[in-house]
Nanobody, 121 residues
Framework: QVQLVESGGGLVQPGGSLRLSCAAS????????MAWYRQAPGKQRELVAR???????NYADSVKGRFTISRDNAKNTVNLQMNSLKPEDTAVYLC???????????????WGQGTQVTVSS
């Protein structure tokens, strides 16, 4: 079995920075795209950033130029560097990965438990 474990959330003032990390436990056969989503109270879950194994990235328009996603394929980790944070970035941030557990198994979506990011003065 595989688990995604996030860390790095917290409280930060507007304009500040935070770095989120997510590690996939276990020894999956393959990890495909990894991503960060966020969900604010009363709002739908939205994609923040996604990265492929080859390093191709895409970002939500609202975070372009402020957030950077990266991954370490050898360590099965994905990070999200968040700079110039705004109050509207406040949300629970969730790690997501498309993972194939075994060589001939079907890939499935896995989710972390979420980490709270609060941007407030």
């Amino acid at each position: 079995q595989v688990q995604l474990v996030e860390s790095g959330g917290g409280l930060v003032q507007p304009g500040g920075s935070l770095r989120l990390s997510c590690a996939a436990s276990g020894s999956p056969s393959s990890i495909y795209a990894m991503a960060w989503y966020r969900q604010a109270p009363g709002k739908q879950r939205e994609l923040v950033a996604r990265i492929t194994p080859g390093g191709n990235t895409n970002y939500a328009d609202s975070v372009k130029g402020r957030f950077t996603i990266s991954r370490d394929n050898a360590k099965n980790t994905v990070n999200l560097q968040m700079n110039s944070l705004k109050p509207e970035d406040t949300a629970v941030y969730l790690c997501n990965a498309l993972i194939r557990l075994t060589l001939y198994g079907a890939p499935n979506d896995y989710w972390g438990q979420g980490t709270q990011v609060t941007v407030s003065s």
